[in-house]
């Protein structure tokens, strides 16, 4: 079964420190994976995306992700954690059986960053 | 350019109604997909539609649920006798035309069901 694990339920880091949010996955064939941000009663905001190419992604609010096929992993890292970046991240997988491109999700990680 | 739009935002709802969400995609998008977010749970795919047409159902539950995306107006997502544990937050995500898994999906701010 093709599957996305988030193991940690709450990430919490000083302000100014480096962050990681894990991600595992269990797909058959090519992954196409998918970070999103969640701010409360707010719909998702996608951050990045790992198709092919470079294994480490870039994307939004300084935000990046290493994509390790032999670890069937696809950690969300910044350098720099800001008390804004507080929220609940989504890790995704996108499916391609026939003509559907639908998401399967984590059960996301909350990201507490204090001052 | 407008975003996913849905409403409404919040919902209310007694034991056996019926509960109507509305999704419009954003402009140019033709591809719509519904998912149901949970108490303390994740996103789950329910389904998948194209302008007259479910491409993926798979994810709906047998009874009650039912979506549709007419060639005018808005996707609905239609709840029929609604339960307590019909309460969850339903998100509508649109994109492009389909050409493969480049296409990120852009998601509407939700609609909150709450079913008493």
């Known amino acids: 079964a093709q599957s996305v694990a988030q193991p940690e339920d709450q990430v919490n880091v000083a302000e100014g420190n480096p962050l990681t949010v894990k991600c595992t996955y269990s797909?058959?064939?090519?992954?196409?994976l998918f970070w999103y941000v969640q701010y409360p009663n707010r719909g998702l905001q996608f951050l990045l995306k790992?198709?092919?190419?470079?294994?480490l992604v870039k994307g939004s609010y300084g935000f990046e992700a290493e994509f390790n096929k032999s670890q069937t992993s696809f950690h969300l890292k910044k350098p720099s954690a800001l008390v804004s970046d507080s929220a609940l991240y989504f890790c995704?997988?996108?499916?391609?059986?026939?003509?559907?491109?639908?998401?399967?999700f984590g059960q996301g990680t909350t990201l507490q960053v204090k001052p | 350019n407008a975003g996913v739009m849905q409403n409404p935002r919040h919902l209310v709802r007694r034991r056996g109604q019926e509960a109507r969400l509305r999704c419009s995609p954003m402009?140019?998008?033709?591809?719509v997909y519904w998912y149901r977010q949970l108490p303390e749970e994740g996103l789950k795919f329910m389904v998948y539609?194209?302008?007259?047409?479910?491409?993926?159902e798979s994810g709906m539950p047998k009874e009650r649920f039912s979506a549709e995306f007419p060639k005018e107006g808005p996707s609905i997502l239609r709840i029929q006798q609604v339960v307590r544990g019909d309460s969850a937050a339903y998100f509508c995500?649109?994109?492009?035309?389909?050409?493969?898994?480049?296409?990120?999906?852009?998601f509407g701010p939700g609609t909150r069901l709450t079913v008493l």
């Open positions: 790992y198709i092919t190419g470079d294994n």
């Open positions: 539609l194209q302008k007259e047409n479910i491409i993926d």
């Open positions: 402009k140019g998008h033709s591809h």
């Open positions: 995500a649109s994109s492009p035309p389909f050409r493969g898994p480049y296409n990120e999906q852009f």
């Open positions: 995704a997988v996108r499916l391609l059986s026939g003509n559907t491109g639908k998401l399967i």
């Open positions: 797909v058959s064939g090519n992954p196409y």
